[in-house]
């Protein structure tokens, strides 16, 4: 099968991509329930969707002729080959470990590339977008880079940033599903679908960073590890590292993505390649002439590395497992089962559940007035207590201003009874002063008499001896 999807790969995305629409009506649901209502009649989804179905006793009748609904399956292919498809890839992988090349090598294609700098003070995630046409269909496909990932010395910041990352793309998602006015159908989806982890080719085993990275971010994304540069480590070693990987994958209970085997189309294929993770992979642009055909390849001194060569690494795998098998099944475990799990945290958190704490189940509605009455106990609560700081605090208030006024009256008392001193001081001082002026005015006045008095003597004095001397003349 590999061989048969490999000899043509472009047109095989679209054949699968076609052919998985199937899966993809169980995703449309969550859009339109009305469409997924009517695929339940065709069984097209899975055991579980028609089980639902006999529980609502629905009778099974024969038609006498032709109806027309048999064109459902065609109607979606038209219409979501119309709408185009989105795809998110984040490769995470220290600097210079060869993402950009294998991007380019799978999408076959120049992507805008740009080296990174091993002195970066953080991991920053670099988003881009493109849009690729196969045939008739569209890929709106979104590339996210970790840039200097795994330079710093603080490893936590350097996984943190991208938890932040894929979380934000979840909130913006959930804040766009939340609105009363939301347009879903024309959303830039940006969640990511799949996590290509890039292992440096050590042939020893995990950093300690990848393994946390890994671990953190399990449960939020689809991880695909990918061995890089698989060109530089020998088969022998590559096997035992392949195991050695993956046991410590699951000794450290990292979860990483599984190809889907209940579909069983693809079940035989998929359980085999579970068997080959990682992938181990050789990137290049570089076409090499062998035989009488180019072929992508890289080419050393000693020989030449071709990348579509399964005898040479996993590339081809890793390109049918992405694209051509299971690239709608990575969609819908990222909208079913990754954003489920951070949209029922979110509710959660927030205080929304679907069950009381004798769990029976209770609507949304219910939450919301459950919600809304203990907001307004609370807020009758605060007011109460507002209020009766507020009374305590006019009580302080008037205390201390009572006992303002008893300190004030007192200093006006005191002031009032040295105000009084002073005033029979000065009084007493005036009555002294008054009998001093009295006395001294009697003493003028007796002094003035005794003066007045002389001066008449003497007159008659003087005018006796005048008269005197006159006779005497
Ligand atoms: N041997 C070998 N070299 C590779 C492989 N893939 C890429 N390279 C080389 O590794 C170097 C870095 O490749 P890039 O694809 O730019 O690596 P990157 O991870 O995108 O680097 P940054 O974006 O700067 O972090 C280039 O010289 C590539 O030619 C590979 O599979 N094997
Ligand atoms: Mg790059």
């Known amino acids: 099968m590999i061989s048969r999807v490999h000899s ?12 998985s629409l199937v899966r993809t009506l169980f995703s449309i649901y969550i859009i339109n329930n009305e469409v997924y209502k009517l695929l339940i009649s065709f069984r097209m989804t899975s055991p579980d969707v028609v089980r639902q179905m006999q529980d609502k006793n629905a009778r099974p009748l024969s038609l006498s002729g032709h109806v027309g609904f048999d064109s459902l399956p065609d109607q979606l292919v038209n219409k979501s080959t119309s709408q185009g ?45 493109y849009d690729l046409q196969e045939s008739n269909v569209r890929l709106k496909l979104t590339i996210v880079n970790t840039v200097g990932f795994g330079d710093q010395m603080n490893k936590q910041e350097s996984y943190q940033h991208v938890v932040d990352y894929i979380d934000t793309q979840f909130e913006s998602y959930l804040q766009e599903e939340l ?29 300690s960073l990848d393994l946390v990275t890994m671990k953190k971010l399990d449960s939020k994304v689809n991880i695909i590890p990918v061995i890089a540069k698989a060109d530089t480590i020998s088969k022998s070693e590559l096997h035992k590292f392949k195991i050695k990987i993956m046991s410590e994958l699951v000794s450290n209970g990292v979860q990483i993505y599984q190809f889907p085997i209940d579909d069983e189309t693809v079940s035989k294929i998929n359980t085999a390649m579970n068997g080959h993770l990682p992938f181990a992979v050789v990137g290049s642009t570089e076409e090499v002439k062998i035989g009488n055909k180019m072929v992508k390849a890289r080419q050393y001194p000693w020989g030449v590395v071709q990348v579509e060569n399964e005898n040479h690494c996993d590339f081809v795998k890793l390109r049918e497992m992405l694209i051509c098998v299971n690239m709608e099944d990575l969609r819908e475990q990222t909208h079913t089962r990754h954003y489920e799990l951070y949209r029922r945290c979110k509710l959660e958190e927030m205080g929304f559940k679907d069950t009381d704490a004798e769990s029976k189940p209770v609507s949304l509605q219910q939450t919301y007035e459950a919600k809304r009455q203990e907001f307004l106990g609370e807020l009758q609560k605060r007011e109460e207590e507002m209020r009766q700081m507020f009374v305590q605090r006019v009580k302080e208030k ?7 006024e008893r300190e004030l009256q007192a200093k006006f008392e005191q002031l009032k009874r040295l105000h009084h001193d002073e005033t029979s001081k000065l009084d007493e001082k005036r009555r002294m002063l008054e009998d001093e002026i009295n006395t001294f005015n009697k003493k003028k006045a007796a002094t003035e008499l005794l003066q007045a008095q002389a001066f008449n003597t003497n007159a008659n004095i003087k005018k006796d001896k005048d008269r005197k001397n006159s006779g005497f003349m």
């Open 85 to 129: 498809f989105c795809f998110n890839i984040l490769c995470i992988g220290e600097t210079g470990i060869g993402k950009s090349t294998l991007m380019d090598t799978l999408f076959n294609t120049n992507f805008e590339n740009f080296e990174s700098s091993h002195f970066e003070p953080k991991v920053k995630l670099r988003a881009q977008t």
């Open 179 to 207: 609105k009363i006015k939301r347009s879903l159908h024309n959303y830039h989806d940006s969640r990511i679908h799949a996590c290509l982890y890039f292992i440096a080719p050590s042939g020893h085993s995990l950093k």
């Open 398 to 404: 008037e205390m201390e201003l009572k006992e303002a």
């Open 8 to 19: 043509n790969h472009y047109s095989c995305v679209n054949f699968f991509l076609t052919l």
